[in-house]
């Protein structure tokens, strides 16, 4: 108790060095909680939008399906196994016919996916009613970036070409009833949505899926024959990784800030203890043992930490709570990232990050003010009296 | 005053290798101070007065002989005992005050029974008796540097005395102090070890010092030249 209390009279009594100190560390207190925060909500963020739009509580593949291999599409496809049509009937699942196809907009060949899916489907937050609008011609719905890709608008027809299941290749007009703006790339590149019973006609597959996306929470894993359960910890695996790839990418900024607040700090310790020699002989004169003495240095090295945490709060808890409610903007060309992202994101500040940083922060601190202080245990008190050096 | 035995040095001998010589300063010493003195190490710079002073303190150790200090031998204590000496059993008194300069007149007095580990009300007490002591109770919210320096050495004096030490070392007390404060520093001085029968060991080359001591022990390149007893007709 004593040592704190000294600790903190000493570190006031230094004055604008340790604020000087203490306002650079707080700087790593924000940048770490603030960029940990941020991707965090991005990560919660493109996570439950992949989920609400593109895998739902998980998918059955058809066994040969491999998104990575359109090549494979010829052949993944098959009946819906009675097992599961029931829950299709009663919206607990939504089934999706992919095929390979090519549009021709604006005399320009381009190749796409074919998706279809039940206009009246609820499983994905995509607004498949639009393609109950058939009266007459096929109706289509694209993303914001086929649109953009493909120089289509609202209203266009595009021929569209295919082959069917025996490998004749068919060509028709759709009308892009839609043009649906949607934070998932993945639903929206290259991708042309139809309804799914036209999409069965024109490639002669009825009843056909190529996949089975099932309600979000949906307890349904049972084994069906020629498919396979993929549940989300497989489908976003690889948004996981990427995140983190991302998220390490980040930390390298505030380890720098961080490196930096540890330089400030060790600076200030080798400094006091240089100017504080004499101050320690005298303590060592009055009966303060050299650990309690180098306990004393550390812990006002390491209370920088501490008024730190504080002096972040005062600035930066306001920030973050602001920054976490009102959300962080982000600049069209996000869309290059490669991942679901909205125009705003919302950091995520859990109490976990906070003290998990502030634990970080003091301990770093702790360890870079112990290491000049070790010094003291070779100093003698009668060279720390004259003011010699260790 | 009584006549027991505070400190007895036998054949010792402080040295410092300086490269392929070896600095003798201290040679030989044979002394022993009783409880109560008021006792002068006079000479001249590098006679190795506060070489003996620190030894005597326990902030530094003889390189042979011994030196025993209120039942302690100096020269087999460990850093930790060394400093539970000093702590509970000597005060120190600097040429140049050494007080610390965070704290306030009171904390800096107050320091030597935090370490003590003494209960506040009895703290409060103390501290409050040792600045009356040397006359500085209304200054005890002052920074040092907004003392003098016959005010700093007083306050160095009350944290010397405040514990009630048996044993209290001060090395050129009265070094960077002018005449008057000299005079008023010394009668301080001598006030407590008539009053609390302190033993006071001084290092010293001030003339101004010097009447005021009871017992001169003159060192001189290392070795006592001289030791004698100063008797009241005498100064």
């Known amino acids: 108790m004593l040592i704190i209390k000294l600790a903190i009279k000493n570190l006031l009594g230094a004055g604008l060095r340790t604020w000087l100190n203490v306002i650079a560390l707080s700087f790593s207190y924000v940048a770490i909680i603030f960029m940990q925060g941020l991707y965090a909500g991005m990560n919660n963020q493109m996570e439950a939008s992949t989920i609400k739009v593109q895998y739902g509580g998980g998918q059955y593949w058809h066994e040969l399906y491999d998104p990575y291999d359109p090549l494979s599409l010829d052949d993944s496809h098959a009946k819906i196994p009675n097992e599961i049509s029931g829950l299709i009937k009663n919206n607990d699942a939504a089934s999706i016919l992919i095929n390979q196809g090519s549009i021709y907009p604006n005399g320009r060949m381009q190749n796409i996916l074919i998706k279809g899916i039940d206009p009246n489907q609820k499983i994905l937050a995509i607004p498949t009613h639009f393609l109950n609008n058939q009266n007459g011609f096929i109706p289509a719905l694209i993303g914001g970036r086929m649109a953009k890709s493909s120089g289509l608008k609202k209203g266009d027809f595009v021929t569209i070409r295919w082959r069917d299941a025996k490998g004749t290749f068919d060509a028709d007009e759709v009308k892009v009833v839609e043009v649906i703006n949607t934070e998932v790339s993945e639903i929206d590149n290259g991708q042309i949505w139809i309804p799914l019973d036209k999409m069965r006609e024109m490639t002669v597959m009825p009843g056909e899926a190529t996949l089975i996306v099932l309600k979000q929470n949906s307890q349904f894993t049972k084994n069906l024959s020629g498919w396979e359960f993929k549940n989300l910890d497989f489908l976003l695996a690889d948004l996981r990784s990427l995140a983190t790839t991302k998220s390490a990418g980040a930390s390298i900024f505030y380890f720098v800030l961080l490196f930096l607040a540890m330089l400030a700090i060790f600076d200030t310790q080798i400094l006091s203890i240089f100017r504080r020699r004499k101050e320690m002989g005298t303590l060592m004169a009055l009966g303060m043992t050299r650990s309690t003495l180098i306990k004393l240095f550390t812990l006002e090295g390491s209370m920088h930490a501490v008024l730190a945490a504080f002096a972040a709060m005062l600035y930066g808890g306001p920030l973050v709570w602001y920054l976490a409610k009102v959300g962080y903007g982000l600049p069209a060309s996000t869309d290059s990232f490669g991942f679901a992202l909205g125009d705003r994101i919302y950091p995520e500040f859990t109490a976990l990050l906070i003290i998990g940083t502030i634990l970080l922060v003091l301990t770093v601190t702790s360890i870079v003010s112990y290491l000049p202080t070790r010094r003291i245990t070779k100093l003698k008190p009668t060279d720390a009296l004259r003011g010699k050096f260790i | ?235």
């Open chain 2, 1 to 235: 005053m009584s006549n027991s035995f505070l400190i007895r040095t036998e054949k010792l001998y402080k040295k410092y290798p300086m490269g392929p010589t070896v600095l003798v300063a201290l040679d030989n010493i044979n002394i022993t101070i009783n409880k109560g003195e008021f006792v002068g190490l006079v000479g001249p710079s590098g006679s190795g007065k506060t070489t003996l002073l620190n030894i005597i303190g326990s902030l530094d150790s003889p390189t042979e002989g011994s030196a025993e200090v209120l039942g302690n031998k100096i020269e087999t204590l460990s850093h930790q005992d060394a400093a539970k000496l000093r702590n509970n059993h000597i005060g120190f008194i600097f040429q140049t005050f050494n007080l610390l300069p965070v704290y306030t007149v009171y904390e800096n007095v107050e320091f030597p029974l935090l370490l003590q580990d003494i209960p506040p009300a009895k703290r409060i007490e103390l501290v409050m008796q040792a600045l009356e002591w040397v006359g500085l109770a209304d200054r005890k919210d002052s920074k040092p540097s907004q003392l003098s320096g016959g005010q700093s050495q007083r306050v160095a004096i009350a944290r010397a005395v405040v514990k009630k030490p048996e044993l209290i070392l001060a090395d050129e007390p009265t070094a960077n102090l002018d005449a008057k404060n000299s005079h008023n520093i010394m009668e301080t001085m001598v006030k407590l070890n008539e009053e609390l029968d302190t033993t006071f060991i001084f290092a010293t080359h001030d003339e101004k010092v010097m009447k005021y001591l009871k017992r001169k022990i003159t060192l001189n390149d290392g070795y006592v030249q001289r030791d004698e007893n100063i008797s009241l007709n005498n100064q």
